[in-house]
């Protein structure tokens, strides 16, 4: 029996499962169990079919990643080790393969069909088709996240009879076809769909979310990956798309919210940059922040996602230029020197002061910064947060380590730590409590998609208006230029490019972006010729001992304090040469994995990418 068909037989045991709980937790339920537990009776009753599409929700929304982005330079986490991957060695379908898993989509076909005979009586027409509306946006959005990755896939739209294997062995529909039934699905949807949902319903797809998100599937069609040819056609259909998104999500009340790091922790409606996430409430719904917490007010684990130089460096300063280590002399960059940090003193504290005081406020809600305040109850009260190292035998001791005298034996490979997923006012044993919002698509990433398509479409000044607007939030002064922000150098379609490259790092970062914009631009030229994960660490100018007596109730904001500290760039933070990047540039989309190869397809290689050795071609 194929993998699909064993998927897709265990996919409807939700039926009766749900029956079961539901009725024995409420009492209040217009429900006539027929048969003890009959399936067929979910149709018949409106709040078990709300029970059916939620548990669809619960398998569909993403939550947060503790390795967002350590498959890039922007992060890294506390291993001595790079991936096989990142290194660029024993790379085969074996290593690299996706194998498919059609649970989701089974439970979508299936209830697809049975709505399609759930009388008025049962449900109103108008939330019948909200409900069909939902089932179709999530059957896009599952059939999207495997032809990102791989191409075409197989395009199963109807519920199969398991007994039938013939049936079952589906083979891969071109790419171009399953984008096509992805945008019937969701143009289905968003013509469905509510503007915006009640309170009742908050979190639930709208039609601003689902328009929003064809307009990032159409920006991902016409990127380099899926568009060889730049063809001009796909970045004005992307464009049309982003424009009529964001226009129409901010005519029914979404805006950019006023301050960046309120995003993560508003809840409600009061959130009005958040169009698909997932709400965490203590006890009801949490995560586990030890795996973004440094290891000494942590239960169990040191942070997996710590931000490197480039991840530093992707924010503008308060002025709009960029000290991003990429930026091209031409963009009047104030280019990190980093030899320049060892020899000149200057310099260094100049540097020093920038990171600690003068980045844009995005910078500060993101990354915690050594010396200053960190929203954790194990900092002891008048005290900072002393994240910066002291340069010890053979490599650096992190000064927390003397500050909470907890001699935690990791090394962290970073002074910043990450913020956006950390709930403030919790103690060490409750950093299991997390509630931050993790949202995986907000108003400031169609933005910034807007802006992308508009340039690739011809429209340089308007994408610098729409970076404008996110750099407007972000604080950034206005200064000259008929656009201001630091952004009329970026006038050209090279130069937009390139400020898209680091915006996006900055906007988006610790939200899972970097690894897909880097494959759909097909450019990990920049990687692979940094060689190593490279940080710059804020160290102590004393030793050891002289460390033990530092006055933790000093801020590195202060400029008197700052003399006792400096810049030290560290070009490999993990300390072995063979953690060098070289990750290939064979291998764009996936492989097929040897389950699903095995069990799906009959070892059949016309099924299996031509970057692995197949003759399937995912672009077309």
Not at 17 to 40: F, G, R, T
Not at 109 to 122: F, R
Not at 189 to 212: E, F, H, N, T, V
Not at 478 to 498: F, Q
């Amino acid at each position: 029996m194929n993998n699909l068909n064993i998927i897709k037989k265990s996919g409807r045991k939700f039926l009766a499962l749900s029956v079961c709980v539901l009725a024995l937790s409420s009492c209040q339920l217009d429900y006539e169990n027929k048969s003890a537990i009959n399936p067929d009776n979910v149709w018949q009753n409106e709040t078990m079919i709300q029970a059916y599409l939620t548990d669809i929700y619960s398998g569909m929304v993403p939550g947060w990643s503790s390795t967002s982005d350590t498959d890039t330079d922007l992060t890294t986490d506390s291993n001595d080790s790079m991936s096989e991957w990142l290194r660029g060695v024993n790379i085969s379908a074996s290593s690299r393969g996706v194998n498919f898993d059609y649970g989701i989509i089974d439970k979508i076909n299936y209830l697809l069909e049975q709505m399609e005979t759930v009388p008025e009586s049962v449900m109103a027409l108008k939330d019948k088709d909200a409900v069909v509306a939902q089932a179709k946006f999530w059957r896009a959005y599952r059939y999207w996240s495997y032809v990102k990755d791989l191409g075409g896939v197989p395009l199963i739209l109807k519920s199969q009879d398991v007994n039938d294997l013939p049936s079952l062995m589906v083979k891969r529909s071109s790419t171009s076809d399953c984008m096509a039934q992805i945008l019937t699905d969701l143009d289905d949807a968003i013509q469905a769909l509510p503007d915006r949902w009640s309170s009742a319903d908050y979190g639930r797809i709208d039609k601003c979310a689902a328009m929003a998100f064809k307009g990032r599937v159409q920006m991902w069609y016409a990127s380099k990956l899926f568009n060889r040819s730049n063809d001009k056609g796909r970045w004005e259909t992307a464009y049309q798309t982003n424009k009529a998104a964001l226009e129409y999500a901010e005519k029914n009340g979404y805006k950019l919210m006023d301050k960046f790091g309120d995003i993560w922790l508003t809840k409600g409606k009061s959130n009005t940059e958040a169009l698909i996430f997932r709400h965490y409430k203590y006890p009801d719904s949490y995560y586990d922040m030890n795996q973004y917490l440094p290891e000494d007010i942590t239960h169990g684990w040191a942070c997996r996602q710590v931000p490197q130089t480039p991840q530093l460096l992707a924010f503008p300063l308060k002025d709009g230029s960029s000290m991003a280590i990429y930026e091209n002399e031409e963009y009047k960059s104030q280019k990190l020197d980093v030899n320049r940090l060892s020899t000149d003193a200057a310099y260094n504290a100049d540097i020093l002061n920038k990171l600690v005081n003068e980045m844009d406020s995005r910078f500060y809600d993101s990354y915690s910064v050594p010396g200053c305040d960190f929203p954790s109850l194990e900092i002891p009260a008048g005290q900072y947060f002393w994240t910066s190292y002291v340069k010890v035998t053979p490599f650096y001791k992190a000064m927390s380590n003397i500050q909470l005298e907890r001699n935690a034996g990791t090394t962290h490979y970073g002074s910043f730590f990450p913020l956006k997923a950390i709930t403030p006012g919790l103690n060490n044993a409750d950093s299991y409590k997390g509630e931050n919002n993790a949202i995986s698509l907000r108003l400031g990433e169609v933005y910034l998609n807007l802006a992308e398509c508009a340039a690739e479409a011809g429209h340089i000044n308007e994408a610098l208006g729409y970076v404008a607007a996110i750099r407007k939030r972000a604080g950034i002064d206005k200064g000259a230029g008929a656009i201001g922000y630091g952004l009329d150098v970026y006038n050209t379609i090279e130069g937009v490019r390139r400020l898209l490259y680091n915006e996006r790092a900055a906007e988006l970062s610790q939200e899972n972006f970097r690894y897909g914009d880097l494959r759909r631009w097909m450019n990990f030229g920049n990687i692979n010729a940094q060689k190593h994960y490279n940080n710059l660490y804020v160290v102590f100018n004393g030793d050891e001992e002289e460390a033990g007596k530092f006055d933790w109730t000093r801020t590195l904001e202060d400029a008197e304090t700052q003399k006792f500290f400096h810049i030290d760039f560290v070009p490999n933070v993990k300390q072995v040469e063979v953690s060098t990047f070289n990750i290939s540039t064979k291998h764009w989309f996936g492989a097929i994995g040897d389950k699903t190869m095995g069990a799906n397809f009959d070892n059949d290689m016309s099924q299996q990418n031509n970057e692995w050795g197949g003759s399937f071609d995912p672009l077309k």
